[in-house]
């Protein structure tokens, strides 16, 4: 599949899973892009983006931790290209549930989907893709009194745990 053969329309959850699922099969058009900077964090970069969709690679290592969010009105779908990703669902008074994603595995979800997505082991690499384009995302925090908030974020800013706080709350609601 060619970016220039997308369809000129936001694309459904089946076609972002075809399209990451696609792309991983292509290694030539994004394998000189993975890296592991020294400083740590993940390395993200934008593989292609029009008013319809939006594609990124990103590189994992284990403490990488994007936090809770959703992808505000975003439908979006991940492929693990090496190594392994751990996504969460949070579950009030219960446990989350947690899925270990690996290399070779995709899934796609809806706008509506929030979770928290971590690398599994180092050296992990996925591809994400996200129709419409993300503008917003929501991050959320949990205060100390035990109350969700979300506060909306750029699509440029990097997801991370909101803070050390909202982490010891966190382990309070499961």
């Excluded at 690996?102 to 928290?116: K, L, V, W, Y």
């Excluded at 750029?154 to 609601?173: F, G, H, V």
């Amino acid at each position: 599949m060619s970016y220039d053969t997308l369809p000129a329309r936001a694309l459904d959850r089946r076609e972002l899973r075809d399209l990451v699922d696609e792309l991983a099969a292509d290694p030539s058009r994004w394998k000189d892009l993975v890296d592991f900077p020294q400083e740590g964090g993940r390395h993200y970069v934008s593989l292609y983006r029009d008013t319809h969709v939006d594609v990124w690679l990103l590189c994992w290592r284990p403490e990488d931790d994007t936090g809770w969010h959703d992808h505000d009105i975003s439908s979006g779908a991940v492929r693990v290209v090496a190594g392994t990703l751990r996504e969460c669902n949070p579950r009030i008074g219960g446990e989350h549930l947690e899925t270990v994603v690996s290399a070779g595995e995709s899934f796609s979800f809806g706008p509506d989907h929030i979770h928290r997505l971590t690398g599994a082991v180092d050296g992990s690499v996925s591809i994400h893709a996200y129709s419409p384009p993300l503008w917003r995302l929501g991050q959320y925090s949990i205060s100390d009194s035990g109350v969700m908030r979300r506060v909306s974020v750029s699509y440029a800013d990097e997801l991370r745990p909101m803070d050390e706080t909202r982490r010891t709350a966190e382990a309070a609601i499961a």
